[in-house]
T-cell receptor
Framework: GDSVTQMEGPVTLSEEAFLTINCTYT??????LFWYVQYPGEGLQLLLK?????DKGSNKGFEATYRKETTSFHLEKGSVQVSDSAVYFC????????????FGTGTRLTIIP | KAGVTQTPRYLIKTRGQQVTLSCSPI?????VSWYQQTPGQGLQFLFE???????NKGNFPGRFSGRQFSNSRSEMNVSTLELGDSALYLC??????????????FGSGTRLTVV
């Protein structure tokens, strides 16, 4: 079945550090890939997405590139801020009438000033 | 525009009772999905409704059910509650379903505690 493997957390970084959160996937067909973010006490917010190989999703300084050859969708940010502290989820959705999201386990990110 | 609205935000129920949670999707969205989030199991898909029809279902017992109304609002019901049903229940709406280009918008969730 479809699955998402996400970098174990928690991750603690200093402000302005470079961030990478690894995500790899296994899927039948050609999935769309997503990064969602969850702030304390809130639901999920879509951070960025990519729908086909070599697409780069970007938002709020975060980027991720859909790499079909390595089945990866790593999240990166060049300079993190305290406000980026949250839990990040990598997810995939496969077309062909199977419109559900399959999530990774989530990575808790804490940024210290 | 208004986002996805889930009610109530918090709920405490006793083991053996039943509960109904409500979700109002973004206006015009026809697909509503439900997810359960727990510390142990993470985010798990419950079911998806599109135009009042259940289109997809996850691996949950029959105690978990749902429905969608003609205005796309959705409810999920859990009967005979167990302690393990304590979770954050998230609703997500999408224009047509998670077909990549459209994506999902999540509500803030309903926190259910079973005692």
């Amino acid at each position: 079945g479809d699955s998402v493997t996400q970098m174990e957390g928690p991750v603690t970084l200093s402000e302005e550090a470079f961030l990478t959160i690894n995500c790899t996937y296994t899927a039948t067909g050609y999935p769309s890939l997503f990064w969602y973010v969850q702030y304390p006490g809130e639901g999920l917010q879509l951070l960025l997405k990519a729908t086909k190989a070599d697409d780069k999703g970007s938002n709020k300084g975060f980027e991720a590139t859909y790499r079909k050859e390595t089945t990866s969708f790593h999240l990166e940010k060049g300079s993190v801020q305290v406000s980026d502290s949250a839990v990040y989820f990598c997810a995939l959705s496969v077309d062909f009438g199977n419109e559900k999201l399959t999530f990774g386990t989530g990575t808790r990110l804490t940024i210290i000033p | 525009k208004a986002g996805v609205t889930q009610t109530p935000r918090y709920l405490i129920k006793t083991r053996g009772q039943q509960v109904t949670l409500s979700c109002s999707p973004i206006s015009g969205h026809r697909s509503v999905s439900w997810y359960q989030q727990t510390p142990g199991q993470g985010l798990q898909f419950l079911f998806e409704y599109f135009s009042e029809t259940q289109r997809n279902k996850g691996n949950f017992p029959g105690r978990f059910s749902g429905r969608q109304f003609s205005n796309s609002r959705s409810e999920m019901n859990v009967s005979t509650l167990e302690l393990g049903d304590s979770a954050l229940y998230l609703c997500a709406s999408s224009l047509l379903g998670g077909q990549g280009n459209y994506g999902y918008t999540f509500g803030s969730g309903t926190r259910l505690t079973v005692v």
